[in-house]
């Protein structure tokens, strides 16, 4: 079992400084149509992807000299923030080739690599972001985020995490630097997972706005950097996620992250983020949990984190910092959507599908999160054993809640009665391929 992340995120743009474009590779989003639907009608979006500044090249605006090389700054061209902006240029990116990101044209399906060889050079891992061309000028210059509006809707998305065809790269080295600053947001985790384990997760913040951080404030003050997680394997659910499982990561599913208000409005106050899953025409809820004194939900609550905090013998972050509430503001003034693979540099993604703490009792309440070993995750390794590691993504759409499940039960009668009709066996079609 090979520890990677694969993620969607809800998260807040973050304003930077003026930043001057790289002139030798021009930039073109690849279009990701990402569905709108009403209880009519779904309808295509004019929306596409954006890489992350953190995978791109970033060198001197008067020469090709890195501005970020072997895990440390130039000194020289970027011995502060604002200097650095002044002196350097970020380039475009070849989606494809380079970073291992590609999508289908006219259609929502977005396949990415966690390892991308090239020439004489490799990328690992990817962060992406939706950005509406709808703003920009000119095809694929998309210049604003899409600002996603998510109480009383749902989002769903068809994934396919399987892992498959691990080839070995003996000589695998990583560089990664630290700086002195971080950066601080409300987030929002629809799906922290590989084919172990998964967990849909909530951070609230004491703001409401994408903001820089130091030293402590970039641990739990500004924000609750944990979080509040639903995790089946955690919840005492060995059996319900991962190969073989009740949701076979083996083959294709379908994920459901619902936003519930208290008035089934779209101004209502948040108070569950719910989840559920579709395989093979079958609707799923998330498991519910076993330990006693939690309740026994498919999804996020003030009162689910509440007695789960107490269960797991954790400090409540969730509460102090605003909790569904806090979650709730930011989810109506708009948040950003991202899709990554990637690995875990500090915690070897452990947080995630297997013990954590490490040094925990694993039977106690809480530290068992997935199946995976304690020495397992850790970066080096992963770029080799699981170098040609993807995630597909498929048929993403935002709309009313409760639309899929809809989908599914028209299916089931629709095929129902044509087979009875025509005394054949029933056969489920895929609406989600």
């Known amino acids: 079992m090979y520890p990677l992340l694969l993620f969607l995120l809800l998260s807040l743009p973050l304003p930077t400084l003026t930043q001057h474009p790289g002139t030798y590779e021009p930039e073109h989003h690849p279009p990701l149509p990402i569905q709108s639907c009403t209880p009519s009608t779904c309808t295509p979006l004019s929306t596409s992807l ?81 950005v509406d061309e709808g703003e920009g000028e000119g095809q694929g210059q998309g210049e604003k985020y899409v600002m996603w ?45 590989n084919s172990v384990s998964a967990s849909l997760s909530a951070h609230p913040c004491r703001i409401d706005r994408q903001t820089r951080c130091e030293g402590l404030n970039c641990e739990d003050w500004l924000c609750d950097r944990v979080g509040c997680d ?6 005492g659910d060995r059996e319900f996620y991962g190969a073989g499982k009740k949701v076979d990561t083996t083959r294709k599913f379908t994920v459901i992250t619902q936003f519930i208000t208290d008035t089934n409005t779209d101004t209502g106050t948040l108070v569950e983020i719910r989840r559920k ?7 799923l809820e998330d498991s519910k949990s076993s330990v006693p004194s939690i309740p026994k939900t498919s999804g996020i609550g003030d009162s ?25 503001k930011v989810l109506a003034q708009g948040m950003v959507l991202a899709f990554a693979i990637t690995e875990d540099q500090e915690g070897h993604m452990l947080w995630l599908d297997s013990n954590w703490p490490v040094d925990a009792d694993p039977n106690a309440p809480g530290v068992a999160r997935g199946a995976c070993a304690n020495d397992t995750g850790d970066p080096a390794n992963v770029m080799w054993e699981a170098s040609r590691a993807k995630v597909s993504y498929a048929d993403i759409r935002v709309g009313w809640i409760g639309m899929s499940e809809a989908a599914v039960k028209e299916i089931f009668d629709w095929t129902g009665l ?10 489920y079609p895929n609406r989600y391929s």
Not at 89 to 115: H, I, P, W
Not at 170 to 175: G, K, R, S
Not at 230 to 235: C, D, F, G, T, V
Not at 307 to 322: L, N, T
Request: glycine share 8%.
């Open 418 to 427: 044509e087979a009875a009709r025509l005394q054949r066996p029933i056969k």
């Open 149 to 193: 509006r998510l109480l009383n809707r749902e989002v769903v998305f068809e994934v396919d995490a399987n892992v498959e065809d691990w080839v070995p790269n003996p000589l695998p080295e990583v560089f990664v630097g630290k700086g002195r600053y971080g950066s601080c947001c409300p987030e929002v985790a629809l799906w922290n997972a």
């Open 50 to 130: 954006v890489l992350d500044a953190d995978w791109r090249w970033l060198h001197s605006t008067n020469s090709t000299t890195n501005c970020y090389d072997w895990g440390s700054w130039n000194k020289t061209l970027c011995p502060n923030g604002r200097t650095c902006a002044s002196n350097c240029a970020l380039e475009g990116a070849t989606y494809d080739r380079v970073y291992g990101v590609k999508t289908e044209a006219g259609k929502g399906n977005l396949s990415m690599a966690y390892v991308t060889r090239f020439d004489y050079s490799q990328n690992v891992g990817s962060r992406v972001f939706v």
């Open 277 to 283: 899953y579709i395989q093979d025409g079958v609707v």
């Open 230 to 235: 639903l995790n089946s394997y955690r919840l």
């Open 304 to 328: 689910y984190c509440r007695k789960q905090k107490a269960a797991f013998a954790e400090r409540d972050v969730f509460a102090e910092k605003g909790g569904m509430a806090q979650i709730g």
